[in-house]
C-alpha cells in the first residue's frame, strides 16, 4: 500500500506541498527574526499568518502520507485520524498566536514604538517572494483536488498580508505614523484567529465522532426507508475518520422473505450504492435484521 498516494490528485503533487511547505516555514521563520529586528509587529503577524496557512499546507501534505500507511489490526484505519490530531494541535497554537497578535496590536496602537521601515520593507519583500513561488508551484496543481485547491488559497492569502507589510513599510517611511504596523497585525491577527476557532471545531467534531456538517442524517434516514423491502432504520450514526472520510453505519430493518429467497445481499448493494451515489458516503456497514429483531437487541437506540 506505499504507493496508493500515486492513484490519487493529492498524491501525484507530494513533491509540490513538501516544497510549499519548506518554503513557508523558512519565511515565517525569517519574519520572526526580522520582527525582533526591526520592531515590527505587522511581521510577527505575517509570520503567524504564514504558519496557519502552512498548517493546512501540512495537513493537505500529511493526509497523503497517511493514506500510503496499511491498517493493521490494532488501527483498523491505519493513521488517518493522526491528521485531526495535528490539526486539533494547529489550532490551539494559532489560537494563542492570533490572540497574542490582536492584544500586541491594540497595545501598540495606544503606544506605538519604533519601527525601522526600510528593514520592514525588506523582510516582507523577502515574504511576498516566498508566497509568491508557493502560489507558482501550486498554481498549476490546484485544479487537481480540494486539498491541492485550499492549499493554493492559503499561499495565495499569504501573498496578500505580504503585501500589507509592505504598504505598512512605506506608509511608515513616508509619513513617519508607526500605527500602521499596529493596524495592519491587527487586520491579519483578525484574520487568523476566526480560521484557527474553525478549524479547532472542525478537528474536535470529529474526535468527538460528530455527524459531519454536510451531512443531513434525516435525508439519509429518509432515503434508506424509500428503498424496497426496508421497515425502519435504527442505531444510524455517522462520523468522520479523517478529511474526506465519512463512516456510515445502520440497522435496517427489512421484510422477512428477503432472508428466505436470497434477496438480502441485493438489497445491501441497492442501500451501499444509493449512500455511495447521492450522499458521497462510501464506507457504509448495513446490519439487516428482520421485524423484531430489535426488542430484544442489547441497549438498542434510535
Not at 76 to 87: D, H, K, N, V
Not at 184 to 194: A, E, K
Request: overall charge negative; glycine content about 12%; some cysteine.
Amino acid at each position: 500500500m506505499s504507493g496508493n498516494h500515486g492513484g490519487t490528485a493529492t498524491g501525484r503533487y507530494r513533491g509540490v506541498l513538501a516544497a510549499t511547505l519548506v518554503i513557508a516555514l523558512v519565511i515565517a521563520a525569517v519574519q520572526i527574526f526580522g520582527a525582533a529586528v526591526t520592531g515590527s509587529l505587522a511581521l510577527l503577524a505575517d509570520a503567524g499568518h504564514v504558519l496557519a496557512d502552512s498548517g493546512g499546507v501540512g495537513l493537505a501534505l500529511g493526509a497523503t502520507l497517511l493514506a500510503a500507511r496499511a491498517a493493521s489490526g490494532r488501527r483498523t484505519f491505519g493513521w488517518a485520524r493522526a491528521e485531526i490530531l495535528a490539526a486539533a494541535v494547529n489550532g490551539l497554537i494559532l489560537i494563542g498566536m492570533g490572540g497574542f497578535i490582536v492584544v500586541q496590536g491594540i497595545r501598540h496602537l495606544i503606544e506605538p514604538g519604533e519601527v525601522e521601515a526600510g528593514g520592514m520593507a525588506i523582510f516582507g519583500v523577502v515574504g511576498l517572494v516566498g508566497n509568491l513561488i508557493g502560489v507558482g508551484l501550486l498554481y498549476r496543481a490546484r485544479t487537481a483536488s480540494l486539498n491541492l485547491r485550499g492549499a493554493f488559497l492559503e499561499v495565495a492569502t499569504d501573498s496578500a498580508s505580504s503585501v500589507g507589510v509592505l504598504v505598512g513599510a512605506l506608509v511608515i517611511a513616508l509619513t513617519g505614523f508607526t500605527r500602521v504596523d499596529a493596524i495592519v497585525s491587527l487586520l491579519i491577527g483578525v484574520v487568523i484567529v476566526p480560521r484557527a476557532v474553525k478549524l479547532l471545531r472542525e478537528a474536535t467534531n470529529v474526535l468527538l465522532e460528530a455527524a459531519p456538517s454536510d451531512v443531513d442524517l434525516d435525508a439519509i434516514r429518509a432515503h434508506i426507508l424509500e428503498v424496497e423491502h426496508v421497515r425502519d432504520v435504527h442505531d444510524l450514526h455517522v462520523h468522520t475518520v479523517t478529511s474526506g472520510l465519512p463512516v456510515l453505519t445502520a440497522h435496517v430493518v427489512v421484510e422477512a422473505g428477503c432472508f428466505g429467497d436470497g434477496h438480502a445481499p441485493q438489497l445491501l448493494d441497492r442501500l451501499q450504492s444509493a449512500l455511495a451515489g447521492q450522499f458521497d458516503v462510501e464506507h457504509s456497514t448495513f446490519q439487516l435484521e428482520p421485524v423484531g429483531h430489535a426488542e430484544h437487541e442489547f441497549a438498542a437506540h434510535a
